[in-house]
């Protein structure tokens, strides 16, 4: 009697949220939405799960009467066991979407587009638990380094330091990795593997200058010697995460946001230093890198679009980066202002406005990948007493690159790169350049971030 | 018995001689034809419930692909899917009238982009593709007053999706001629030639498909012959048909355009006739799987028939209105036929539904039957 009463109450069941048992366990039914494509289907995937959840839902209910009873006269032992097993998960699993369901092919029926939808209890399995591993504060890493004999030093400190600023090289890109992938709030957008690997090559390259502050121990493992007098050493390093983190980050923050000075035509002016401000980059007269802006309006017979380029120069005009416009955004009716219309569309529209924030990040990364901005120091001539070793001088201080040399009336100017702030350049400046300058040279005197000056 | 073998053999014996003396006649598979500058005409469909046993024959063109390989995203359909339809860019060139002579300023001074306008118009109603308007005017128009009424950061968010690429270019170019005797009272005869070319803008080709052939429209197709009479005294108009004022012979050639192009869309419509495939056949109902979404037309006439190894089997005819994704339709008249009765009766007991060797399709036989006047 019991069986009986079990096998209608289900059978009633079934029949109403259309949810066949098959001999296996599994729940079958199915469902149809309205459309085609995959809107269509997954609405339909969607019925059909709540069908599901539904039929579990009330087949609860009849648990205590005679669920068991009648599961047993239709489905094998084993099946039964585990649908009793996993109706829980099942439920949860289907609410959450997280339970493997099987679909046939979509059949199309009228307007309605239908599929059958399954669910195995056999399939279901525990879900995955992630492993998230708590960062420690160094990180040791085993490098293999080469050095050959030169500048005085022997080919073992060479490969040492070699090796060295391998190891902070690998760990700026574990950081930086991890910086990508845990928040998107960087100070600079890593969008891609090719952009992330180029800023982890760049900033250990400008970091590995320091790399005994970093690496706070190592040992030798191996070494070996090689062709040409030349050492290779294996070695394991411990880099402290912190101090470098913290130099990485004012790197990264000094690549985005120097002084921009901005040189174009209203209203684009006025809409580029807007949008400069916006985007946290300071805007100033006295700056060493230039926005060069151009617009111009292109007739399209009754309409009107608009052509903008940027460019980012330094003071010496060297072209880091250059931007333009996709004209072919908004075309507007001719009128009065429709250059000012179609300047604000363009840099309110987000992918336009996203490749100039692009080209500009571009361009600043290019300044730090060339060691830095391009400052010059002016020196009166006639206090120089060996002009002929100013080049030479200025190239032993650090973070000093592509030194040139040359008159200006009574002046010698010397431009150069540097990678730090100009107070500093100051410092290292007057220090070196007291042995090759007379005693009367004033003190140095910075006039803005591009020069340096000397009475 | 021995007789008829004889008489048999002689009569066989006759034959062959006569065969041998016979000179062999040189055979000819093609006959003359005279070339006709005649006014083009419609060719329309003709009502499913005019047909006839022998009306319902195979129409050219149709096609049995079927929807299993649509994404049903009509920006991100896959090729072999029949729902893709070509993207186009649509061109009405008119070729430059050039010389003088009796009213020919005035015909040179025709404006055809409105013409061109007309023409997307029309032919994306009939959704045999997907067409990029050039009606830059409107557009930069609506962009305004979007900018207008919405703000900048709407309008820019609206102004990051990008026009259609066109897949070919459908140019129709033209050809205007005039004619008048010369006389003091006289007619103007005014003739537009158009013909279609798909081009690939890339490879430069010109398709063959779809092949609209030329149109021939003249000007006594859409005015009476009396109406472009008009009197010249000493080679100046003087009364009757404005042949020297622009206006008037525009409202001729636009009528004339017109025309062409209500001729080019019926063409166009028998060239790529739309196919659904039957779901299945309930009494004599049909349920399509595809309507609009695959250029269905409303009170299409088509031509039920089964496909299986490669043979086309007509069944009947319907009548179909097609609906958003889908199509329903009656047949008229089955075909007199044992697989079409097979079907009948089965259908005639529930849901016929073919099964998955044999399939049903359906095709449209061209411009439906009251296209012309409710459309044009």
């Known amino acids: ?455 | 018995m021995k007789v008829i073998k004889a008489l048999a053999l002689t009569t066989l014996t006759m034959a062959l001689v006569a065969g041998c003396n016979s000179t062999p006649k040189r055979g000819s598979s093609t006959q003359q034809g005279n070339v006709s500058n005649n006014a083009s005409n419609t060719v329309i469909a003709k009502s499913a419930y005019v047909f006839n046993d022998a009306d319902i024959a195979m129409p050219a063109y149709f096609d049995t692909q079927g929807l299993e390989r649509c994404s049903f995203d009509v920006n991100n359909e896959t090729d072999s899917c029949p729902l893709k339809k070509p993207i186009v860019r649509m061109y009405f060139d008119l070729a430059g009238v050039s010389g003088s002579g009796i009213g020919v300023d005035a015909m040179r001074e025709f404006d055809n982009q409105n013409l061109l306008l007309m023409l997307e118009n029309q032919f994306a109603g009939i959704n045999r593709f997907r067409i990029v308007t050039r009606d830059d005017d409107a557009i930069s128009k609506e962009q305004q007053l979007i900018l207008q009424q919405q703000g900048v950061v709407t309008a820019a968010k609206r102004a990051e999706v990008k026009a259609l690429i066109p897949d070919f270019v459908v140019k129709i170019d033209s050809l205007r001629t005039l004619k008048t005797e010369g006389s003091i009272t006289d007619w103007a005869d005014y003739t537009l030639e158009l013909t279609t070319g798909v081009i690939n803008p890339q490879t430069r080709e010109k398709l063959s498909h779809p092949n609209l052939g030329k149109i021939r429209v003249k000007s006594e197709d859409v005015r009476d012959r009396s109406e472009l009479k008009f009197t010249t005294v000493s080679g100046r108009y003087a009364a009757g048909f404005h042949f020297d004022q622009s206006a008037h012979v525009n409202a001729v050639l636009s009528d004339m355009g017109s025309r062409g192009i209500d001729i080019l869309l019926t063409r166009m419509l028998s060239e790529m006739p739309a196919t659904a495939q039957v779901l299945g056949i309930k009494g004599n109902k049909l349920s399509l799987d595809r309507g609009q979404n695959a250029g269905v037309l409303p009170n299409e006439t088509m031509i039920i028939f089964s496909y299986e190894a490669g043979f086309v089997e007509p069944l009947g005819v319907a009548n179909v209105n097609p609906s958003r994704n889908s199509a329903n339709g009656e047949i008229i008249r089955w075909k007199d036929s044992n697989v079409a009765t097979d079907i009948k009766n089965k259908a005639e007991n529930g849901i016929y539904r073919p099964a998955s060797g044999a399939k049903i399709f359906a095709v449209s036989v061209g411009t439906p039957a009251d296209f012309l006047e409710n459309r044009t």
């Open chain 1, 1 to 455: 009697m019991i069986k009986k009463i079990g096998i209608l109450a289900l059978c009633s069941l079934s029949a109403q949220a259309q949810v066949e048992v098959l001999a296996d366990g599994t729940l079958q039914t199915e469902a149809c939405a309205y459309g085609r494509g995959s809107l269509a289907i997954s609405g339909a995937k969607a019925q059909a799960g709540a069908e599901l959840i539904s039929f579990i839902k009330g087949n609860k209910s009849l648990t205590t009467q005679s669920t068991q009873q009648h599961l047993t006269t239709n489905l094998s032992d084993d099946a039964t066991t585990l649908y009793e097993q996993q109706r829980t998960v099942m439920l949860e699993g289907l609410n959450a979407g997280a339970v493997p369901l099987n679909y046939s092919a979509p059949t199309l029926n009228g307007n309605d587009t239908c599929m059958t939808v399954s669910l195995n209890p056999l399939n279901l399995g525990e879900p995955a638990e992630q492993n998230w591993q708590n960062t420690t504060q160094n990180i040791s890493v085993t490098v293999i380094g080469q050095g050959w004999d030169k500048k005085g030093n022997t080919a073992l400190t060479n490969a040492e330091q070699d090796a060295l600023q391998r190891a902070v090289s690998q760990v700026v890109g574990v950081w930086l990795t991890q910086q990508h992938t845990q928040s998107s709030s960087t100070s600079l957008n890593i969008t891609d593997g090719n952009e992330s690997s180029s800023m982890q090559e760049l900033i250990g390259q400008q970091l590995s200058s320091h790399s005994e502050g970093l690496v706070k121990e190592w040992q030798t493992l191996k070494t070996k010697e090689l062709a040409n007098g030349g050492v290779e050493i294996t070695i394991m390093a411990v880099v402290e995460k912190a101090p470098l983190i913290q130099q990485a980050s004012q790197l990264l923050s000094m690549i985005g946001s120097p002084r921009v000075h901005v040189i174009a035509p209203e209203p684009l002016k006025t809409e580029l230093k807007t949008w400069l401000n916006e985007q946290g980059i300071e805007v100033g007269a006295a700056a060493s890198l230039v926005l060069y802006g151009k617009s111009d309006l292109v007739k399209r017979n009754n309409n009107r679009q608009l052509r903008l380029t940027v460019d980012v120069r330094d003071l010496a005009g060297n072209i880091y980066g250059k931007w333009h416009n996709d004209s072919s955004l908004m075309a507007l009716p001719n009128d009065a202002h429709v250059e000012t219309d179609l300047m604000a569309v363009h840099l309110a529209s987000e992918s336009q406005s996203a490749a100039l924030h692009q080209a500009l990040k571009g361009a600043f990364t290019k300044v730090v990948a060339r060691g830095g901005l391009v400052r010059e120091v002016l020196l009166p001539s006639k206090k120089l007493t060996q002009p002929e070793k100013l080049h030479a001088v200025l190239s032993t201080l650090g973070g000093v690159s592509d030194v040139s040399i040359h008159k200006q009336h009574d002046y010698t100017v010397a431009s150069l790169r540097y990678k730090g702030d100009t107070g500093e350049l100051a410092d290292a400046v007057e220090q070196v350049l007291t042995t090759i300058t007379a005693n009367t040279l004033s003190k140095i005197t910075v006039e803005d971030d591009f020069t340096l000056r000397y009475q």
